[in-house]
């Protein structure tokens, strides 16, 4: 995986203690960030047994500070779903969503995902953006998800393989 493109920026698989350490750490942040109670996704229990929830988490740094993250999460019938993607205010700007978000597909695409799933805020316009740009389009609902105007979004992984 490595340098992926822009100076200074870093994705790579977590896998060391502290990399694992390090994106908990930013999913915690990202759940403040949203300002939703995610008990819904049993988000105290996803902590507790972290990263036991993900078949794999992508960490992105810009130098030598952490930055950004993104999980990779089994739906099963060759499905995963993108899950977390964030990236720290300090960091906005610089490509870091959309490297992690094109490192995942990748990772996704070489695992033998064929679809790929995830579901976003209406009000993160420009995350929005990025999937769209990215070839996400609109999809039914595949799980329930309390808030209101939750966008759910696929992309089919066989397309450009």
């Given at each position: 995986m490595g340098n992926e493109k822009s100076p200074g920026i870093t994705i790579s698989l977590?896998?060391?203690?502290?990399?694992?350490?390090?994106?908990k750490s930013l999913f915690q942040?990202?759940?403040?960030?949203?300002?939703?109670?995610?008990?819904?996704?049993?988000?105290?229990?996803e902590m507790e047994?972290?990263?036991?929830?993900?078949?794999?988490?992508?960490f992105g740094r810009v130098g030598d500070a952490g930055a950004g993250a993104v999980g990779l999460k089994d739906r099963g019938e060759g499905v995963c779903e993108m899950k977390?993607?964030?990236?720290?205010?300090?960091?906005?700007?610089?490509?870091?969503?959309?490297?992690?978000?094109v490192a995942l597909i990748n990772e996704a695409r070489r695992r033998g995902y064929a679809r790929m799933v995830l579901d976003t805020l209406?009000?993160?316009?420009a995350a929005?953006?990025?999937?769209?740009?990215?070839?996400?389009?609109?999809t039914q609902k595949y799980y329930d998800n309390p808030e209101e105007g939750v966008l759910y979004m696929a992309l089919d992984l066989t397309d450009g393989r």
């Open positions: 977590a896998e060391t203690r502290d990399d694992v350490a390090a994106v942040e990202y759940a403040a960030f949203l300002g939703v109670d995610l008990c819904f996704q049993d988000f105290d229990r047994t972290f990263p036991a929830f993900y078949k794999c988490l992508l977390r993607l964030y990236v720290r205010p300090d960091f906005h700007g610089k490509g870091l969503g959309r490297q992690l978000a209406p009000r993160l316009d929005i953006a990025l999937y769209r740009n990215l070839g996400f389009v609109d």
